[in-house]
């Protein structure tokens, strides 16, 4: 998406209060369309006269707001037989190859989202397999050591030969403690399990701020840009913002408003770190909270 650029002082420009506002409006339309469809300020007449009266294309013209064919500013290219061109449109809005390229980036840091997303699911999944593997192993090994213990002879307890608690006449024997049993938790592929409780397969669906396919935009970026200056990392704080909720799973109906809250508490912290009072060394070491005045 690309947007029809106007400076905060257009509404008081001598060219638009002497044009009028029904000429101003339809150079407002055609400045959307030629930016809807990347023609970098070109007109086809057809489109010209379909939006606006002779009236207000005589007045677009006569300010300099609007170029026809043959006009005398240096600035501006000449348009084609029966066209216009918008007076210094690429002075303020991006030309065909910088919205292009915008896009693109912007399509690739979507599908690096993506892949990601996919990438941290199949993690998880071989993380279950491999778990389960492991203490399946876990539960043979224990089995399989009774095999090659020694047998105990009599009533004796392993050693050379009785003790005396072994002979002491009315001794109580006290069995030994039972080895504590792991009652570990087995998946079953069916969707049964064996164990108090299954490993819960669906802890790993796709993440609803995958499946929304949200990614951030240029225009998200220029935002927390003029707001809060170039002290943010950008790129690493949405990395956070998009682990925190494809771990909780949770969904937000404004995905962008989300990642805006986001980045003030980020900006917040940030400041409040800035301004902690630096710890001063003294001869006993370094001051205390107290004698900060933090407590």
């Known amino acids: 998406m690309a ?19 029904a000429a101003v409006g339809l150079f407002v339309r055609l400045g959307v369309h030629a930016t809807k469809h990347l023609t970098e300020g070109h007109l086809d007449g057809d489109i010209v006269t379909a939006y606006g009266t002779a009236a207000t294309i005589r007045k677009l013209i006569a300010v300099g707001m ?11 290219p000449q348009p084609a037989d029966g066209g216009y061109y918008i007076h210094d449109y690429l002075d303020y809005n991006k030309s065909r190859q910088q919205i292009e390229a915008a896009r693109e980036a912007a399509r690739k840091r979507q599908q690096r989202g993506r892949d990601t997303a996919r990438l941290n699911r199949s993690e998880r999944d071989s993380a ?5 593997n492991s203490r399946e192993n876990d539960a043979s090994f224990a089995s399989n050591c009774g095999q090659f213990d020694p047998p105990f002879e009599g ?18 024997v006290v069995p030994s403690p039972p080895l504590p049993s792991h009652n570990y938790d087995v998946a079953d592929v069916s969707g049964g399990s064996a164990g108090s409780s299954a490993v819960d397969l669906d802890a790993y669906a796709p993440s609803p701020i995958d499946d929304d396919n949200w990614a951030l935009t240029d225009g998200l970026r220029r935002w927390a840009l003029s707001t809060f200056g170039p002290g943010l990392d950008l790129d690493y704080e949405t990395a956070q913002f998009l682990d925190h909720f494809r771990g909780n799973g949770q969904r937000r109906k404004n995905w ?15 400041s409040e770190r800035a301004n902690r009072p630096p710890l ?7 001051m205390s909270p107290e004698e900060r005045g933090i407590f």
């Open 256 to 270: 962008n408003t989300e990642w805006q809250k986001w980045i003030r508490r980020s900006a917040k912290f940030a």
């Open 128 to 132: 279950v397999i491999l778990n389960s």
């Open 3 to 21: 947007w029809f650029a106007l400076d905060d002082g257009f509404d008081t420009h001598p060219k638009v209060r002497k044009a009028g506002n």
């Open 280 to 286: 001063r060394a003294v001869s006993g070491g370094y």
């Open 66 to 76: 609007l170029h026809e064919a043959g006009h005398g500013c240096p600035r501006c």
């Open 155 to 172: 009533s004796t307890a392993g050693q050379g030969g009785p003790s005396r608690r072994d002979t002491h006449e009315g001794a109580t």
